[in-house]
């Protein structure tokens, strides 16, 4: 079975920052791209950040470009979102995401 799990959110200030951890299985890892997504009460899920896995491609949303980073460790079959300079805004719930396999999220608290 594929699975994936996101882990590492929690309670900051704004301008600080999280790293999430994506913990994959079940599937060759470099074959496949992951997302990162995001869902925020009352809104719609959010593509955040996606990196390829064997060529290490990224694309990032306008909204988190610059201040987040994806990255990888093939190794270990995981992947993770590095947040600095985290806004209010950015409070949600992250999940990651490979074809149709999407992993239970992890929540993200940004106070101001």
């Known amino acids: 079975d594929v699975q994936l799990q996101a882990s590492g959110g929690g309670l900051v200030q704004a301008g600080g920052s999280l790293r999430l951890t994506c913990a994959t299985s079940?599937?060759?890892?470099?074959?496949?791209?992951i997302g990162w997504f995001r869902q925020a009460p009352g809104k719609g899920r959010e593509g955040v950040a996606c990196?390829?896995?064997?060529?290490?491609?990224?694309y990032y949303a306008d909204s988190v470009k610059g201040r987040f980073t994806i990255s990888n460790d093939s190794a270990k079959k995981t992947a993770y979102l590095q947040m600095n300079s985290l806004k209010p805004e950015d409070t949600a719930i992250y999940f990651c995401?490979?074809?149709?396999?999407r992993g239970r999220g992890t929540q993200v608290t940004v106070s101001s």
């Open positions: 079940g599937f060759t890892f470099n074959d496949h791209a």
């Open positions: 990196i390829s896995n064997l060529q290490g491609l990224t």
């Open positions: 995401q490979t074809d149709d396999n």
